[in-house]
């Protein structure tokens, strides 16, 4: 048996005449032969009626205030639980038997980290069954059960999550992601439309655009299916393109980049240290609160790093309860240029900010790692910068 996971995002389940192009995939792969597990993200997004953000400021109104973590999952688990007992009942109307399962019913086990559930020892017999009778499974995704039977939520993107632990619990020839895009691109066609996209790409390097921002797959999904060596490929829900399959072994020549990554959410901090050793407790507290940072760059009487733009509330409280004096820029955007072949190229990041200083955009702050160079620079110039990035790279070329 020839399994594929499908996983549908909320684009492609937003309205009956988009699911019934979903419908029409799924039906495609069966015909061709596969047994294919459907996984599906919540209808829409927010403002949408029935999308995981709205539910959750609707029933906020309900209540006149918040709700806690393990009541705000069981909300929140009800958007792609509807989806899929649409998707499953679309299904069987057009002749095909299917069945719509939550995270739980699908043997999803996570540990009990509501709203950031990791899943643990998932169990594959009752997918097993059903595809063994000829059933499509339609699971909803972003959600699992604690072995209490408590439902958990995997935090955002955790549809594309759920895909990445199918494919590799029913060991499938592939994990299929359908969303709105022909596939990975050069850099968010949202804001540069001459961005092309990447017929084959590797793991790692997409794991380093997912980590970056480029929010076209969660990076958690590229790097469950990295370990599990399950090929993924990102495909377009409404037309016939064959979309960008990534797997270990994918070369893009002798391009030093593949692709421009943006994450324009960003503020800076830079907090002044007054005495030795004081860097290590700032971050240690920030982490105790769960603010992820990144672009820490050490001085001797400063530390410099950038966060999520939204923590920032939170971030200057810790600081503040410290007595540390700090300052703060907000509307930052982090850029960032990924290709597994710059290793060992010399002057790619004097390319890179030359680039950049010849469209008129600053550098705020910069590092990098083997195969990302990351700019933090002022969000206003975000499409400027990508667009520099791209052009000197040439990576509107083919590959
Ligand atoms: P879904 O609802 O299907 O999960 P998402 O909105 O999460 O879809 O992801 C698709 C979006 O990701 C695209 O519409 C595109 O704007 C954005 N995106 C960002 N970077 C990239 C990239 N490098 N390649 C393709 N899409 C990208
Ligand atoms: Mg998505």
């Not at 539910?55 to 909300?75: F, S, T, Y």
Request: charged letters at 20%; one cysteine or more.
């Amino acid at each position: 048996m020839q399994i594929i996971i499908q996983k549908f995002g909320g684009t492609s389940v937003r309205n009956r005449e988009n699911r019934l192009k979903a419908v029409a995939k799924v039906i495609q792969a069966k015909k061709s032969g596969y047994s294919p597990v459907v996984v599906v993200s919540a209808m829409g997004r927010l403002g949408e009626p029935y999308a995981t953000d709205s539910l959750i400021a609707a029933m906020k109104e309900q209540i006149g205030g918040e709700m806690n973590a393990r009541e705000q999952d069981m909300v929140m688990s009800c958007g792609e639980t509807l989806s899929a007992a649409v998707m499953a009942s679309m299904l069987e109307a057009q002749g095909y038997a299917a069945r719509a399962l939550t995270g739980g019913q699908a043997g999803l086990y996570t540990d009990e980290r509501f709203g950031s559930a990791n899943v643990e020892h998932p169990q594959p017999e009752r997918l097993r069954a059903l595809l063994a009778e000829g059933i499509i499974p339609v699971v909803a995704g972003f959600q699992g059960v604690t072995r209490d039977a408590e439902i958990t939520t995997l935090g955002r993107g955790g549809s594309d999550t759920t895909a990445a632990v199918l494919g590799v619990m029913l060991r499938a020839e592939m994990t299929e992601i359908y969303t709105d895009v022909d596939g990975i691109m050069t850099a968010d066609p949202a804001i540069l439309p001459e961005a092309r996209v990447l017929s084959g790409v590797s793991y790692s390097e997409v794991f380093q655009m997912a980590d970056n921002g480029a929010k076209v797959i969660h990076p958690k999904a590229v790097e469950i299916s990295m370990r599990g060596n399950i090929p993924l490929v990102i495909r377009n829900t409404f037309n016939d393109k064959p979309g960008t399959r990534i797997t270990n072994d994918q070369q893009n020549g002798l391009d030093v980049l593949v692709s421009v990554a943006h994450d324009a959410n960003r503020a800076q901090i830079v907090a002044e240290m007054e005495r030795p050793g004081e860097e290590a407790e700032v971050l240690r507290r920030l982490a105790d609160e769960q603010i992820s940072i990144d672009l820490i760059n050490i001085f001797p009487q400063k530390l410099l790093f950038t966060i999520d733009q939204r923590l920032l509330p939170k971030a200057r409280a810790v600081l503040e309860a410290m007595q540390v004096r700090h300052s703060v820029r907000a509307d930052c955007c982090k850029i960032s240029a990924i290709g597994s072949a710059m290793h060992g190229v010399p002057g790619v990041t004097a390319r890179i900010l030359q680039a950049l200083a010849r469209s008129g955009v600053s550098v705020l702050q910069s590092a990098d790692s083997h195969m990302t160079i990351c700019c933090l620079i002022d969000a206003s110039q975000t499409a400027l910068a990508v667009r520099a990035l791209h052009g000197e790279f040439h990576l509107e070329r083919a590959q």
